[in-house]
């Protein structure tokens, strides 16, 4: 989805994914799915702490060290997205006014092409090599 409104849009609009952690994924997968938005153009992410809100919803597998989403937060600027939230208490909303179009519009980066992972100018060049999380802490 967000894939094809990046190609009918292009860098006019914004596209933002949100993913909470803690439900027992593994590190592998969240960087799988940091990837799969990146190519999918994502411009903006939020990581935020699973937290149950009743005895109805699933339980919390794991509760993530805010180092650790300072890890992955770093990972996903890494990517190339173009604002990262990443922390327990952060939710799909969290400070929207710092990622608005008229803060995002005083960013430089040019756009990101098709397959790639992340944008130039924000970083040395990906080459496609990632480091585990787990080896980056």
Same mark, same amino acid.
């Given at each position: 989805?967000?894939?094809?409104?990046?190609?009918?849009?292009?860098?006019?609009?914004?596209?933002?994914?949100?993913?909470?952690?803690?439900?027992?994924?593994?590190?592998?997968?969240?960087?799988?799915?940091?990837?799969?938005?990146?190519?999918?153009?994502?411009?903006?992410? #939020? /990581?935020?702490?699973?937290?149950? &809100?009743? @005895? $109805?919803?699933?339980?919390?597998?794991?509760?993530?060290?805010?180092?650790? *989403?300072?890890?992955?937060?770093?990972?996903?600027?890494?990517?190339?997205?173009?604002?990262?939230?990443?922390?327990?208490?952060?939710?799909?909303?969290?400070?929207?006014?710092?990622?608005?179009?008229? #803060? /995002?519009?005083?960013?430089?980066? &040019?756009? @990101? $092409?098709?397959?790639?992972?992340?944008?130039?100018?924000?970083?040395?060049? *990906?080459?496609?090599?990632?480091?585990?999380?787990?080896?980056?802490?």
């Amino acid at each position: 989805m967000l894939r094809k409104v990046k190609a009918k849009r292009g860098d006019t609009l914004y596209t933002k994914s949100g993913l909470m952690l803690g439900l027992g994924e593994t590190e592998d997968e969240l960087r799988t799915a940091l990837e799969d938005l990146r190519r999918a153009n994502c411009d903006l992410l #939020t /990581l935020g702490q699973y937290l149950q &809100p009743t @005895l $109805k919803h699933l339980p919390s597998v794991e509760f993530i060290p805010p180092l650790k *989403f300072d890890e992955y937060g770093q990972r996903a600027r890494q990517l190339g997205f173009l604002h990262v939230a990443s922390g327990p208490m952060v939710r799909s909303s969290y400070h929207a006014d710092d990622f608005s179009p008229a #803060t /995002l519009s005083r960013q430089s980066d &040019p756009p @990101l $092409k098709e397959g790639s992972l992340r944008r130039g100018g924000a970083g040395p060049p *990906f080459d496609g090599a990632l480091v585990p999380l787990a080896a980056a802490s």
